[in-house]
């Protein structure tokens, strides 16, 4: 049997990491593949120049937030990846590219502005052209 390719985006919230536990739930370890997925909203607007260290911050960042989420779910295959950019955007080119077979991750709980202009999540299952588990909080 072919293993599902399965991929987790995360973020520096408690919330995020609750993915983790539904796909504990849901996948035995030998029947899934991982990708964890971070995500650094740099974005560059205008031949904007962003300093190295931030850069390298964010890296660090997004390294410690996989590597928390690898312990979290040991004994699964799993592959780690850090992306800079629009967060949904990287989420869907990620899912498409790679030919994934579904994405995982938690429902967001904005309010006010956040909320109107439209949260990942929903940008990702309006947009998604496979399965989205949306995890409630």
Do not use: W
Not at 19 to 47: G, H, R, W
């Amino acid at each position: 049997m072919e293993k599902k390719r399965i991929l987790v985006p995360l973020d520096e919230t408690e919330r995020s990491m609750h993915s983790l536990d539904c796909l504990k739930k849901l996948f035995p370890k030998d029947e899934v593949q991982l990708t964890l997925m971070y995500v650094s909203e740099i974005i560059i607007a205008n031949d904007m120049v962003v300093s190295n260290d931030r850069v390298v911050m964010a890296q660090e960042r997004g390294k410690n937030i996989l590597d928390r989420a690898e312990k979290e779910i040991q004994g699964y295959e799993v592959e780690k990846y850090c992306a800079f950019g629009y967060v949904a955007d990287e989420i869907l080119k990620k899912s498409s590219r790679d030919k994934f077979d579904m994405i995982i991750m938690t429902k967001s709980n904005k309010k006010g502005l956040a909320r109107m202009i439209g949260s990942v999540t929903s940008k990702v299952l309006r947009n998604s052209q496979i399965l989205v588990i949306i995890v409630p909080e």
